[in-house]
T-cell receptor, first 116, second 115 residues
Framework: AQTVTQSQPEMSVQEAETVTLSCTYD???????LFWYKQPPSRQMILVIR??????QNATENRFSVNFQKAAKSFSLKISDSQLGDTAMYFC?????????????FGTGTRLKVLA | NAGVTQTPKFQVLKTGQSMTLQCAQD?????MSWYRQDPGMGLRLIHY???????DQGEVPNGYNVSRSTTEDFPLRLLSAAPSQTSVYFC??????????????FGPGTRLTVT
């Protein structure tokens, strides 16, 4: 069974600095999808970034980028120029389509606090 | 376009009571799912559906029932509430296989307390 591990329960970063959140996963599959979701204090889950495993190029969305290491099964999220609005819980998620359906597996989350 | 809506936002139940958490989406998504979020445990999949009339169990299905009679609605029923079901519940939807984004759209969540 697939598992997703986020080993940093809490992190903090100074405003305008860069922070990296780690995520590792365990799978024997070759084709899958990885996601980072953000959950601010409002509780609403928001997609931050998505990576297809068959793509070698790391995904980037404005200040957010990933370091996808397929062989190492690692999928870290880098937030550049951190802003107060980045304060949130961040969840890493894995998804593998299989047999006409698909399920998401989420990590336990990293609580990020951006300090003024 | 309201996206994914959930009702109620908050609910308090007594042990043994039953209730239904409502979830609806207006994006014509085939795939819908229910998660519970507990401190330190992330989001755990309860049940999911890949289309009307098709449902399947996730990681923690015990004590919950679902049905999917329409594409839009995916209610979650608690048959006999227990304190262990105190949690925040999220409904999510996404496009079907073959539409390759697989992004999930989440509802605002329901905070349920069972006393």
């Amino acid at each position: 069974a697939q598992t997703v591990t986020q080993s940093q329960p809490e992190m903090s970063v100074q405003e305008a600095e860069t922070v990296t959140l780690s995520c590792t996963y365990d799978t024997s599959e070759n084709n899958y999808y990885l996601f980072w979701y953000k959950q601010p204090p409002s509780r609403q889950m928001i997609l931050v970034i998505r990576q297809e495993a068959y793509k070698q190029q790391n995904a980037t969305e404005n200040r957010f980028s990933v370091n996808f290491q397929k062989a190492a099964k690692s999928f870290s999220l880098k937030i550049s120029d951190s802003q107060l609005g980045d304060t949130a819980m961040y969840f890493c998620a894995f998804m593998k389509p299989r047999g006409g359906t698909y399920k998401y597996i989420f990590g336990t989350g990293t609580r990020l606090k951006v300090l003024a | 376009n309201a996206g994914v809506t959930q009702t109620p936002k908050f609910q308090v139940l007594k042990t043994g009571q039953s209730m239904t958490l409502q979830c609806a989406q207006d994006m014509n998504h085939e795939y819908m799912s229910w998660y519970r979020q507990d401190p330190g445990m992330g989001l755990r999949l309860i049940h999911y559906s890949v289309g009307a009339g098709i449902t399947d169990q996730g990681e923690v299905p015990n004590g919950y029932n679902v049905s999917r009679s329409t594409t839009e609605d995916f209610p979650l029923r608690l048959l006999s509430a227990a304190p262990s079901q105190t949690s925040v519940y999220f409904c999510a939807s996404s496009r079907s296989l073959g539409q390759q984004t697989y992004e999930q759209y989440f509802g605002p969540g329901t905070r349920l307390t069972v006393t």
